[in-house]
């Protein structure tokens, strides 16, 4: 997709080395608690408070400029106030302290799903209970063996599952974690047998405005009546540019409906450029 370059993985933060050691959510010159010298003193607490900090930042951005989400802003406030209090109990134990910053950026990550509706472990399209539920295939180990999916071991209470018919079900598992963006494969199972098809491939139209398809989608929705998905590739956080989309399951294969692209971020938004169908 066009703008998965612009999406930074917030994880890949990890692998970078913070010099002087800082933290994101509070000052270090101002440290005096236990639990704030330790994650001071720690290039990989430093980092992990650094990605918490800026994942939070940007949901309470977003919730509070598009969505106008005030019961979500107050669940925000309060998993927040809980998380202090939790990593203040650790004291100077960094181990505690890295679990803590783990397990809370993971639940910032489901409510980023939340927020975008991406959340919603639909049954079929009466409501009826799963027989199979995909969490239960471990399906992010497998996904975490492809190059382009690094975060997914780290996003595994995130995997939706989504009713088709005749049996089958799709899978979403999240890769990995951009700024602004989350990146799902899509793999198709037979619920009767709890067997792996294959990973679904999506088509989509190219820059040079070719057919072409990717098996990797941004934050994805799912509508259990229509059987559709949409999603939607932010070129930036505002929204303001980027790529629309929306398949729809035709018993096989998830088949192009719609596809719009905005290459111009300029605060506006639209026009979008319709470039499928044409």
């Known amino acids: 997709m066009r703008f998965i370059g612009h999406a930074c993985g917030l994880f890949i933060l990890l692998s970078l080395v913070a010099a002087p050691v800082r933290a994101a959510s509070f000052d270090c010159r101002k440290a005096s608690a236990p639990d704030e010298m330790a994650i001071c003193a720690d290039p990989l607490l430093s980092e992990l ?40 109990g650790c004291g100077a134990n960094t181990s505690c302290l890295e679990a803590a910053y783990r397990a809370r950026i993971r639940q910032l990550v489901d409510r980023w799903r939340t927020a975008m509706g991406d959340a919603a472990r639909a049954g079929g399209a009466g409501g009826e209970p799963l027989a199979l539920s995909c969490k239960a295939l471990n399906l992010s180990k497998l996904a975490a063996r492809h190059k382009d999916c690094e975060d997914a071991g780290q996003m595994a209470a995130s995997v939706e599952t989504w009713r088709l018919d005749g049996g089958k079900i799709a899978c979403a598992v999240p890769c990995f974690a951009g700024a602004y963006n989350l990146f799902d494969f899509v793999y198709l199972v037979d619920a009767r047998k709890g067997r792996v098809i294959r990973r679904l491939r999506f088509p989509e139209v190219d820059e040079n405005g070719r057919m072409s398809s990717t098996d990797m989608i941004v ?7 229509s059987r559709t998905i949409t999603a939607f590739d932010r070129g930036r956080g ?16 998830f088949t192009l409906q719609e596809q719009r692209r905005k290459n111009s971020c300029d605060g506006k938004p639209g026009p979008w450029r319709r470039v499928w169908p044409r």
């Not at 989400?69 to 209090?85: C, N, P």
């Not at 505002?238 to 294969?253: I, S, T, V």
Request: charged share 35%.
């Open 238 to 253: 505002l929204g303001d540019c980027g790529e629309k989309y929306r398949w729809r399951w035709n018993g096989k294969a």
């Open 219 to 225: 934050s994805p929705r799912f509508n259990s009546r």
């Open 49 to 88: 408070d650094e990605i918490m900090a800026d994942f939070y930042r940007r949901l309470r951005h977003y919730t509070r400029t598009f969505d106008n989400a005030m019961g979500l802003q107050g669940q925000l406030k309060a998993a927040a106030r809980a998380f202090l209090r939790k990593r203040a």
